[in-house]
């Protein structure tokens, strides 16, 4: 069984992205790894329709198999069987922006350096909006899951309440971006933190995000078994 004590796994350390707690995680990060070069693959390619049925037939059969194991839907779900990690290693796992385990998530590795908040992402192909360019509503993603973590730096944790993102030019991508953020002000259970996404060191995007840790009727709700 994973150790679940918070205070041996803290993701957010430093830049090195943290090892899966088990082989299990491992192997799921290998196969989320390559349904996202599938992904890119499909994308960017143009086979036969032969080819393409095929492969939908094969990749349907994997499914089956898969789907056939034992079923946890969301993180919580996962968490309750007490075998497959904490929350905290589950949302490194799961997360829709951050999971190493989860497909659709390009990846994003973010740390903490005393009180600034660092980050680093790459976004393929199936992540297009203009040509050429990363979708908006993925830019937007990207930052609110960025200044989510960024706001440890202040000692806080919330949800976020407004999220405002300044599109200063098209976010490349193939390209690795960086971003650097840093918590603002904090207000009771209000906390306010900037962040800047760059693409080959110049800013492509400025955000500021409201987090509002929740009442304490919320914070039952969630955390409900
Ligand atoms: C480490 C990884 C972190 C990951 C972070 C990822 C970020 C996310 O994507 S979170 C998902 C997106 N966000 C959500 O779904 C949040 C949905 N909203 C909610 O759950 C609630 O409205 C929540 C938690 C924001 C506030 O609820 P609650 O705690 O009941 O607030 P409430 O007591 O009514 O208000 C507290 C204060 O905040 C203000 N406030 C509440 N909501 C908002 C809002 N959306 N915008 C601005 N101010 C707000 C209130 O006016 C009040 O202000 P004041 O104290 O000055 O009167």
């Given at each position: 069984?994973p150790d679940d004590s918070?205070?041996?796994?803290?993701?957010f350390?430093?830049?090195?992205i943290t090892p899966p707690?088990?082989s299990?995680w491992?192997?799921k990060?290998?196969?989320?790894?390559?349904l996202?070069?599938?992904?890119?693959?499909?994308v960017?390619?143009a086979?036969?329709?032969?080819?393409?049925?095929?492969?939908?037939?094969?990749?349907?059969?994997?499914?089956?198999?898969l789907?056939?194991?034992?079923?946890?839907?969301?993180?919580?779900?996962?968490?309750?069987?007490?075998?497959?990690?904490?929350?905290?290693?589950?949302?490194?796992?799961?997360?829709?922006i951050?999971?190493?385990?989860n497909p659709?998530?390009?990846?994003?590795n973010?740390?903490?350096?005393?009180k600034?908040?660092?980050?680093?992402v790459?976004?393929g192909?199936?992540?297009?909006?203009?040509?050429?360019f990363?979708?908006?509503?993925?830019?937007?993603?990207?930052?609110?899951?960025?200044?989510?973590?960024a706001?440890?730096?202040?000692?806080?944790?919330?949800?976020?309440?407004?999220?405002?993102?300044?599109?200063?030019?098209?976010?490349?991508?193939?390209?690795?971006l960086d971003?650097?953020?840093s918590?603002?002000?904090?207000?009771?259970?209000?906390?306010?933190v900037?962040?800047?996404?760059?693409?080959n060191?110049e800013?492509t995007?400025?955000?500021?995000?409201?987090?509002?840790?929740?009442?304490?009727?919320?914070?039952?709700?969630?955390?409900?078994d």
């Amino acid at each position: 069984m994973p150790d679940d004590s918070p205070s041996t796994f803290n993701p957010f350390a430093s830049a090195e992205i943290t090892p899966p707690v088990s082989s299990h995680w491992a192997a799921k990060r290998e196969l989320a790894q390559a349904l996202r070069e599938l992904s890119n693959t499909l994308v960017t390619s143009a086979p036969s329709e032969e080819l393409l049925k095929q492969a939908s037939a094969t990749i349907s059969e994997l499914n089956k198999a898969l789907a056939n194991s034992p079923r946890y839907y969301g993180s919580q779900e996962f968490a309750n069987t007490q075998e497959h990690g904490s929350r905290g290693e589950l949302n490194y796992e799961l997360n829709a922006i951050g999971g190493l385990s989860n497909p659709l998530s390009p990846g994003l590795n973010m740390w903490l350096e005393g009180k600034l908040a660092f980050g680093k992402v790459k976004c393929g192909y199936a992540y297009e909006g203009p040509p050429g360019f990363v979708h908006g509503g993925y830019v937007a993603a990207i930052l609110d899951q960025f200044l989510g973590m960024a706001q440890i730096a202040g000692g806080q944790s919330g949800m976020t309440g407004t999220l405002h993102v300044r599109y200063l030019r098209p976010t490349p991508l193939n390209t690795d971006l960086d971003l650097r953020g840093s918590v603002d002000r904090v207000d009771g259970r209000k906390t306010v933190v900037t962040a800047e996404l760059l693409a080959n060191g110049e800013v492509t995007a400025r955000s500021e995000g409201l987090f509002i840790r929740p009442s304490n009727t919320l914070k039952e709700m969630f955390e409900k078994d």
